[in-house]
């Protein structure tokens, strides 16, 4: 079980945490202007490295609170050790 | 008796007698589940606990009009080391995010506090204040063994050297999202919402069972 480290509460169970995807995906300025694929592109398509990536958690059983965090998809080790910024 | 008197008695009866708390229907097992000597460990719920919500920020006016309001500081919380403040057994506060805090009241003066009276005390500034006192009920954990049982399916380090008397975290309990209080070495308050009462009353009297056998392995 991973050990995630909240920025509120500390070093906490991978179980009370909530997944949220990727992180830093912007909502579109306009989007009444997006055709269907450029829509569908916003809502699903998502990174897929190996290696760091940015994603967003919940500490869903404890404070409630997102953050953001940079996780090596390879080692699963947090590269924001402090926890992530709020 | 007339008619009209029956009536002026329903009326004037403390609605406390309808109240059933959540864990009430397992008194009597948790009675029988007690454990007595240096392995000790006995559940009991304390019931009928005024809770407050109370959603503001310490350093800000709000933060420090609840705090007046209740008569406790807001915690700093746990990078502070701080998770609670005031008193366990009367008015305390309990951390549960950096704007969220859980106003408790557990003794038997619960009754006397103007709930609607501190509700007001944000009127016309953010944040909040809401009376919750039956969202969660408390069931207290007691003994030696305390610590033990809880540390079957608690995601919290529970040792004194984390976890010392006094702290309060919100995690999982097996599968069920409570508040755990340590409010003296081997007294533990377990905070589950109310619907999660009799699945976590049952949880801890499974788990405090083997402890009235001998120790198996030393």
């Known amino acids: 079980m991973l050990l995630i480290t909240c920025p509120h509460c500390g070093p906490r169970d991978e179980v009370e945490f909530h997944y949220g995807g990727q992180a830093h995906v912007a909502y579109p300025e306009d989007p009444q202007a997006l055709d269907d694929a450029a829509w569908a592109h916003f809502l699903f398509y998502r990174d897929n490295p190996a290696g760091a990536f940015a994603e967003r958690w919940q500490h869903s059983a404890g404070c409630r609170k997102w953050f953001d965090v940079v996780r090596d998809t390879v080692t699963y080790e947090f590269l924001t050790p402090e926890g992530g910024s709020r | 008796m007339t008619a009209d008197q029956t009536t002026a008695d329903q009326a004037s009866a403390p609605p406390a007698d309808l109240r059933r708390s959540p864990a009430a229907h397992l008194t009597e097992q948790m009675r029988a589940g007690d454990v007595d000597g240096p392995r000790g460990v006995?559940?009991?719920?304390?019931?009928?606990?005024?809770?407050?919500?109370?959603?503001?920020?310490?350093?800000?006016?709000?933060?420090?009009?609840?705090?007046?309001?209740?008569?406790?500081?807001?915690?700093?919380?746990?990078?502070?080391?701080?998770?609670?403040?005031?008193?366990?057994?009367?008015?305390?506060?309990?951390?549960?995010?950096?704007?969220?805090?859980?106003?408790?009241?557990?003794?038997?003066?619960?009754?006397?506090?103007?709930?609607?009276?501190?509700?007001?005390?944000?009127?016309?500034?953010?944040?909040?204040?809401?009376?919750?006192?039956?969202?969660?009920?408390?069931?207290?954990?007691?003994?030696?063994?305390?610590?033990?049982?809880?540390?079957?399916?608690?995601?919290?380090?529970?040792?004194?050297?984390?976890?010392?008397?006094?702290?309060?975290?919100?995690?999982?309990?097996?599968?069920?999202?409570?508040?755990?209080?340590?409010?003296?070495?081997?007294?533990?308050r377990i905070l589950p919402r109310a619907s999660f009462a009799d699945y976590t009353v049952r949880w801890l009297l499974d788990g405090m069972a083997e402890f009235a056998g001998e120790e198996l392995i030393r």
């Open chain 2, 42 to 188: 006995r559940l009991r719920e304390i019931p009928f606990a005024v809770q407050l919500g109370i959603r503001a920020e310490p350093g800000a006016p709000s933060g420090r009009a609840a705090a007046e309001a209740w008569g406790v500081g807001l915690p700093a919380g746990p990078r502070a080391g701080e998770t609670v403040t005031g008193d366990p057994e009367g008015r305390h506060v309990i951390w549960i995010s950096p704007d969220e805090f859980l106003a408790v009241e557990p003794s038997g003066l619960a009754g006397l506090i103007d709930v609607r009276g501190i509700e007001g005390a944000l009127d016309g500034m953010p944040g909040q204040i809401v009376d919750l006192s039956g969202n969660r009920t408390i069931l207290e954990l007691t003994g030696p063994s305390a610590r033990s049982v809880l540390e079957k399916g608690c995601h919290v380090d529970l040792h004194p050297r984390a976890f010392p008397a006094g702290a309060a975290a919100s995690t999982l309990l097996g599968p069920v999202q409570a508040i755990v209080h340590r409010t003296r070495e081997d007294v533990f």
